[in-house]
């Protein structure tokens, strides 16, 4: 491991894959991936899901990788310096900024209830609760005014905390801490889950296709997934590979985070949907409350008999939550707080703050969406349900879309191949395949998609 004088580089090579895998794998996989194969009919789901991750996810994220790195230590002035100074690029560099507050603000309240259900887990609060108490508490909690606000300040503070630590103390040592944790803890509870009685049918709603579901919402909610699970089309992976060294490897840390993060998709759905199966009745679609309601139901039902099993696997599955979220939400707050301490010269812990602060009150607001604020609606969505769409079907598809076209047909062919071939020293065999997506494919569906979905053909007509 080489070690470096310089403290806004990732010290080591796999520092920066594991603080880019870090970024990718959070609540997006563990939480919204198991949520939205149960809403969509599971395999079927899974299969575009996969597909729209190798064929448009991993070349946005190397895209953004190459876009970061080739900038330097400023991201906002990324898009301006490789496209060879052209200042009407400019405005490009503001899409992390503004990103990162969208993003945090609602990502954090989720975090926010997983930091709760740890809590609740470790004080043993689950114990003996019946099916229908899980259900009553949860909108209890979720929709008081102050409970949740109260943990989802918690989270923000926490993030705050190592983002202000900086790029080595904080952002890379806390993934190389908490990233194996996290591969420990998923393989024990895939262990268990895959234990439990009637295992088998949750393995065949994960593994067994039923196209007859699929239609145009599946395919824009599976692109929504597969580039909310990457963090790509916000500009999060330019801000980190801003502090990638020189010699790393762009196409390879793209394809093995992006296989991390697949992985842990799946191994979520193989810890969740085998656990709703074990009891008859429950059943995979139940949303966004399926990790919160569902799912601790299952643990005290099927572990009831033995309390110290109920006890364990909770906990250590919403510790695994709460890490998880840690690690994406980090990535959230570098994107903005970068800008401010970079660009308008804050010191980096004032700039984490500043950025906090707004989050907090933006997160405030998205988690009275689920109580007192319901009826306030914005284009017939609460806060919480429009910064998501905002985010994962609006920004990161349009987001990605553009950077492809930026890098594909606005920045010098030369400057993109040295880019991506290290200045010439690396074989690249993927490349042409990589500039054709990137050129053509990714533009082209992005836009076919987002205009079937916002009914844009029909208006056209
Ligand atoms: N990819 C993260 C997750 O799966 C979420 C995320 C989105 C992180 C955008 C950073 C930027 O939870």
Same mark, same amino acid.
């Given at each position: 491991?080489?070690?470096?004088?310089?403290?806004?580089?990732?010290?080591?090579?796999?520092?920066?894959?594991?603080?880019?895998?870090?970024?990718?794998?959070?609540?997006?996989?563990?939480?919204?991936?198991?949520?939205?194969?149960?809403?969509?009919?599971?395999?079927?789901?899974?299969?575009?899901?996969?597909?729209?991750?190798?064929?448009?996810?991993?070349?946005?994220?190397?895209?953004?990788?190459?876009?970061?790195?080739?900038?330097?230590?400023?991201?906002?002035?990324?898009?301006?310096?490789?496209?060879?100074?052209?200042?009407?690029?400019?405005?490009?560099?503001?899409?992390?900024?503004?990103?990162?507050?969208?993003?945090?603000?609602?990502?954090?309240?989720?975090?926010?209830?997983?930091?709760?259900?740890?809590?609740?887990?470790?004080?043993?609060?689950?114990?003996?609760?019946? !099916?229908?108490?899980?259900?009553?508490?949860?909108?209890? =909690?979720?929709?008081?005014?102050?409970?949740?606000?109260?943990?989802?300040?918690?989270?923000?503070?926490?993030?705050?905390?190592?983002?202000?630590?900086?790029?080595?103390?904080?952002?890379?040592?806390?993934?190389?801490?908490?990233?194996?944790?996290?591969?420990?803890?998923?393989?024990?509870?895939?262990?268990?889950?895959?234990?439990?009685?009637?295992?088998?049918?949750?393995?065949?709603?994960?593994?067994?296709?039923?196209?007859?579901?699929?239609?145009?919402?599946?395919?824009?909610?599976?692109?929504?997934? !597969?580039?909310?699970? *990457?963090?790509?089309?916000?500009?999060?992976?330019?801000?980190?590979?801003?502090?990638?060294?020189?010699?790393?490897?762009?196409?390879?840390?793209?394809?093995?985070?992006?296989?991390?993060?697949? #992985?842990?998709? #799946?191994?979520?759905?193989?810890?969740?949907?085998?656990?709703?199966?074990?009891?008859?009745?429950?059943?995979?679609?139940?949303?966004?409350?399926?990790?919160?309601?569902?799912?601790?139901?299952?643990?005290?039902?099927?572990?009831?008999?033995?309390?110290?099993?109920?006890?364990?696997?909770?906990?250590?599955?919403?510790?695994?939550?709460?890490?998880?979220?840690?690690?994406?939400?980090?990535?959230?707050?570098?994107?903005?707080?970068?800008?401010?301490?970079?660009?308008?010269?804050?010191?980096?812990?004032?700039?984490?703050?500043?950025?906090?602060?707004?989050?907090?009150?933006?997160?405030?607001?998205?988690?009275?969406?689920?109580?007192?604020?319901?009826?306030?609606?914005?284009?017939?969505?609460? =806060?919480?349900?429009?910064?998501? =769409?905002?985010?994962?079907?609006?920004?990161?598809?349009?987001?990605?879309?553009?950077?492809?076209?930026?890098?594909?047909?606005?920045?010098?062919?030369?400057?993109?191949?040295?880019?991506?071939?290290?200045?010439?020293?690396?074989?690249?065999?993927?490349?042409?395949?990589?500039?054709?997506?990137?050129?053509? =494919?990714?533009?082209?569906?992005?836009?076919?998609?987002?205009?079937?979905? *916002?009914?844009?053909?029909?208006?056209?007509?």
């Amino acid at each position: 491991m080489k070690s470096t004088s310089n403290k806004n580089v990732f010290v080591s090579k796999v520092g920066a894959i594991l603080a880019a895998a870090g970024s990718a794998v959070g609540l997006g996989n563990v939480w919204r991936f198991p949520t939205e194969a149960g809403e969509h009919g599971g395999a079927a789901f899974i299969l575009i899901y996969v597909l729209f991750m190798l064929l448009l996810g991993v070349p946005i994220m190397v895209t953004e990788f190459a876009i970061g790195r080739h900038g330097g230590s400023d991201v906002s002035g990324a898009f301006e310096k490789m496209s060879g100074g052209k200042k009407g690029w400019r405005w490009m560099g503001m899409i992390p900024v503004v990103s990162g507050f969208l993003v945090l603000s609602y990502y954090a309240v989720v975090a926010g209830w997983t930091l709760y259900y740890a809590f609740e887990a470790l004080m043993n609060g689950f114990a003996g609760k019946t !099916a229908m108490e899980f259900q009553t508490d949860f909108v209890a =909690f979720s929709s008081d005014s102050l409970h949740p606000v109260f943990w989802t300040a918690i989270i923000i503070a926490l993030t705050c905390g190592i983002v202000a630590l900086g790029v080595q103390k904080g952002i890379e040592r806390g993934s190389k801490i908490m990233m194996p944790l996290l591969f420990v803890f998923i393989v024990v509870l895939v262990g268990c889950s895959l234990s439990l009685p009637n295992a088998h049918q949750g393995l065949q709603f994960l593994f067994y296709p039923d196209f007859s579901k699929v239609n145009g919402s599946v395919i824009l909610s599976a692109m929504g997934q !597969a580039f909310f699970s *990457l963090s790509v089309g916000l500009g999060c992976l330019c801000t980190y590979a801003c502090y990638f060294r020189k010699d790393v490897d762009l196409m390879k840390d793209g394809l093995s985070v992006a296989g991390i993060d697949t #992985l842990v998709a #799946l191994l979520s759905g193989l810890i969740v949907f085998p656990a709703v199966y074990s009891i008859p009745g429950l059943r995979p679609d139940a949303g966004p409350s399926l990790v919160f309601v569902t799912l601790p139901n299952v643990f005290q039902q099927v572990f009831g008999g033995i309390p110290v099993l109920a006890y364990s696997f909770s906990l250590i599955f919403y510790l695994l939550l709460v890490m998880a979220a840690l690690t994406s939400s980090i990535s959230m707050l570098e994107m903005s707080a970068a800008y401010f301490h970079k660009n308008l010269r804050l010191p980096r812990p004032l700039a984490a703050v500043v950025v906090s602060v707004v989050c907090m009150l933006f997160a405030t607001f998205c988690s009275w969406s689920f109580g007192d604020w319901a009826d306030v609606r914005i284009f017939g969505m609460g =806060f919480f349900d429009l910064f998501d =769409f905002l985010v994962a079907k609006l920004i990161m598809p349009v987001g990605g879309m553009l950077m492809c076209f930026f890098l594909g047909w606005v920045v010098d062919k030369r400057v993109l191949r040295a880019e991506l071939t290290n200045g010439g020293t690396l074989r690249s065999p993927l490349y042409p395949v990589f500039r054709f997506i990137i050129r053509y =494919f990714a533009p082209v569906c992005i836009l076919l998609i987002l205009v079937n979905e *916002l009914g844009l053909f029909a208006f056209l007509m």
